[in-house]
T-cell receptor, first 116, second 112 residues
């Protein structure tokens, strides 16, 4: 059973460019959350997708957008990249549908984005 | 808003030493509390959790007790191993499959 997978592993971009990161959730999961982890910091919540809609959003500008596909996979898009966007981007999946108890979020290995 | 405060690292211990990493939180409602571990070059792994006051989470020799009166969730292990060297994150959530709020992490280095 594959866990959460992310691609690419590493990415180098220049300021002003746009980037797309991809995530495939753990089998059976229907919810995908994205986090940004700057060097030496804890992960910061960007947004969460469920049923192909943004369910929750953290304090990130509109340059950060996402999408969830019918197969539950997800993309994170960042436009007009800034140096400060350099970070490890983590995807986490969980099962939300029909369950009122907390469901563990399983994390992928992350995509390391470097903006020059 | 919700927040988590962890003791700053790095924490350096000799093998078989006792470990405590302090964590306190601020949250509206009744949060669920977690400890995640991040090994070098890897993503986050859930280490243990507690979903209500006085619950004790435990896993791989690590323990943490949900203390509502002191808003704390300190991580402890009686005897650390070199393989425990990693970064440990305290986190909380206040909803079903809701966003996680993390502390800044504490790096643990265990030496022989």
């Amino acid at each position: 059973d594959a866990g959460v997978t992310q691609s690419p592993t590493h990415l180098i971009k220049t300021r002003g460019q746009q980037v797309t990161l991809r995530c495939s959730p753990k089998s059976g999961h229907d919810t995908v959350s994205w986090y940004q982890q700057a060097l030496g910091q804890g992960p910061q919540f960007i947004f969460q997708y469920y049923e192909e809609e943004e369910r929750q959003r953290g304090n990130f500008p509109d340059r950060f957008s996402g999408h969830q596909f019918p197969n539950y996979s997800s993309e994170l898009n960042v436009n007009a990249l800034l140096l400060g966007d350099s970070a490890l981007y983590l995807c986490a999946s969980s099962l939300l549908g029909g369950n009122r108890n907390y469901n563990e979020q399983f994390f992928g290995p992350g995509t390391r984005l470097t903006v020059l | 808003g919700d927040s988590v405060t962890q003791m700053e690292g790095p924490v350096t211990l000799s093998e078989e030493a006792f470990l405590t990493i302090n964590c306190t939180y601020t949250a509206t409602g009744y949060p669920s509390l977690f400890w995640y571990v991040q090994y070098p070059g890897e993503g986050l792994q859930l280490l243990l959790k507690a979903t209500k006051a006085d619950d004790k989470g435990s896993n791989k020799g690590f323990e943490a007790t949900y203390r509502k009166e002191t808003t704390s969730f300190h991580l402890e292990k009686g005897s650390v191993q070199v393989s425990d060297s990693a970064v440990y994150f305290c986190a909380l959530t206040t909803g079903t499959a809701s966003k996680l709020t993390f502390g800044t992490g504490t790096r643990l280095q265990v030496t022989l």
